[in-house]
Antibody
Framework: EVQLVESGGGLVQPGASLKLSCVAS????????MSWVRQTPGKTMEWIGD????????NYAPSLKNRFTISRDNAKSTLYLQMSNVRSEDTATYYC?????????WGQGVMVTVSS | DIVLTQSPATLSVTPGESVSLSCRAS??????KHWYQQKSNESPRLLIK???QSISGIPSRFSGSGSGTDFTLSINRVESEDFSVYYC?????????FGGGTKLELK
């Protein structure tokens, strides 16, 4: 059974950094592109970026490229999202997903709240 | 960026009705359009890929059509478990974008 489990969310102050993790199981992580998608409290869905299975290529939403970094450790079957200089508008539920064009599996999501 | 506009924002129906949800793209995207269902307090689930391709495990009452800029998700005889929010998403170009969603609610 494919499972994606995110962690690392919580309350963070504006300007701080935060690193989210996503542990994958039930499939060979090194065979798939992986992506991060977020959903705001108003339910707007926003694609953050993706990461090729061999680590050779990463795409980002232009508005987030300078503050967010995606990485992965295939040996640990884990995908990461490093968020820096967070802002109130980064408050959202962050989902780890499998895929690059379609997202066929989603994690349960992890909430990030940016507030002082 | 490609903008996806979904309509209506809310659709009120009774179980047993058949419905169509619309997603319009701001430019042609061939059939690089996908549909997701999100039930309350759950993660999204892929329903239809590439406009009309079915997904294993998804009930056959869900179907998709369209190409270019206009796409439709059809639900044949809505069941109680279908009351959710539906999102479209394009993979024609980067950045990937989603529509604002259509909420299917009980009339």
């Amino acid at each position: 059974e494919v499972q994606l489990v995110e962690s690392g969310g919580g309350l963070v102050q504006p300007g701080a950094s935060l690193k989210l993790s996503c542990v994958a199981s039930g499939f060979t992580v090194s065979d798939y592109w992986m992506s991060w998608v977020r959903q705001t409290p108003g339910k707007t869905m926003e694609w953050i970026g993706d990461f090729k299975y061999d680590g050779s290529y990463t795409n980002y939403a232009p508005s987030l490229k300078n503050r967010f970094t995606i990485s992965r450790d295939n040996a640990k079957s884990t995908l990461y999202l490093q968020m820096s200089n967070v802002r109130s508008e980064d408050t959202a539920t962050y989902y780890c997903t499998r895929g690059v064009t379609t997202f066929d599996y989603w994690g349960q999501g992890v909430m990030v709240t940016v507030s002082s | 960026d490609i903008v996806l506009t979904q309509s209506p924002a809310t659709l009120s129906v009774t179980p047993g009705e058949s419905v169509s949800l619309s997603c319009r793209a701001s430019q042609g995207i061939s059939t690089s359009k996908h549909w997701y269902q999100q039930k309350s307090n759950e993660s999204p689930r892929l329903l239809i890929k590439y406009a009309s391709q079915s997904i294993s495990g998804i009930p056959s009452r869900f179907s998709g059509s369209g190409s270019g800029t206009d796409f439709t998700l059809s639900i044949n005889r809505v069941e109680s478990e279908d009351f959710s929010v539906y999102y479209c998403q394009q993979s024609y170009s980067l950045p990937r974008t989603f529509g604002g969603g259509t909420k299917l609610e009980l009339k």
